[in-house]
T-cell receptor, first 113, second 113 residues
Framework: AAGVIQSPRHLIKEKRETATLKCYPI?????VYWYQQGPGQDPQFLIS???????DKGSIPDRFSAQQFSDYHSELNMSSLELGDSALYFC????????????FGAGSRLTVL | GDSVTQMEGPVTLSEEAFLTINCTYT??????LFWYVQYPGEGLQLLLK?????DKGSNKGFEATYRKETTSFHLEKGSVQVSDSAVYFC????????????FGTGTLLAVQP
């Protein structure tokens, strides 16, 4: 079965650089969620999109932005990177008939040096 | 606000031992409850869920019952295996437009042969 695809899986950036993470949801899933998981921490909700519109916003820094495109894939753009942005970034998707279940991708590990 | 509290780990057990990981929640409404599992280096996988009080979720020998009176959703397994070693996250969500998951801090389970 198709899963949530995230790219890149690993990314290394310098401080103050910009990074873009991509997420391809499961086909026919219309909602995408982004989470940030720091080392040894629980995943923190950043932002979500439903039908290409932002549906909810969590603890996403102003330096970050995201959008969902017409093909339902989503991109998370991170600018002026800081050391503290080093984390695992998960994307998840859900369907309107999915009984509240989120399916997660394998994550993108960002390391800021 | 809504929150999830899990017992701290790590939990270290011998193979075939009985497992309990405690989870309690604070909610303003009537959420669905979930257990997700994260194996080393991998993304989050849904283990089981329950959508209303007294529901029991079960999967792969794991069980958890939605207890409204004690606001709990404890995870249990009668006989753990080495392959169950992972981090377990308890979570809640309300579904609908704000379907984001609120996670507990995670509990590391280490099963020794």
């Amino acid at each position: 079965a198709a899963g949530v695809i995230q790219s890149p899986r690993h990314l290394i950036k310098e401080k103050r650089e910009t990074a873009t993470l991509k997420c391809y949801p499961i086909p026919r899933h219309d909602t995408v969620y982004w989470y940030q998981q720091g080392p040894g921490q629980d995943p923190q909700f950043l932002i979500s999109f439903y039908e290409k519109m932002q549906s909810d916003k969590g603890s996403i820094p102003d330096r970050f932005s995201a959008q969902q495109f017409s093909d339902y894939h989503s991109e998370l753009n991170m600018s002026s990177l800081e050391l503290g942005d080093s984390a695992l970034y998960f994307c998840a998707s859900s369907s309107p008939t999915g009984a509240n279940v989120l399916t997660f991708g394998a994550g993108s590990r960002l390391t800021v040096l | 606000g809504d929150s999830v509290t899990q017992m701290e780990g790590p939990v270290t057990l011998s193979e075939e031992a009985f497992l309990t990981i405690n989870c309690t929640y604070t909610a303003t409404g009537y959420p669905s409850l979930f257990w997700y599992v994260q194996y080393p280096g991998e993304g989050l996988q849904l283990l089981l869920k329950a959508t209303k009080a007294d529901d029991k979720g079960s999967n792969k020998g794991f069980e958890a019952t939605y207890r409204k009176e004690t606001t709990s959703f404890h995870l249990e397994k009668g006989s753990v295996q080495v392959s169950d070693s992972a981090v377990y996250f308890c979570a809640l969500s309300y579904g609908g437009a704000t379907n984001k998951l609120i996670f507990g801090t995670g509990t590391l389970l280490a099963v020794q042969p």
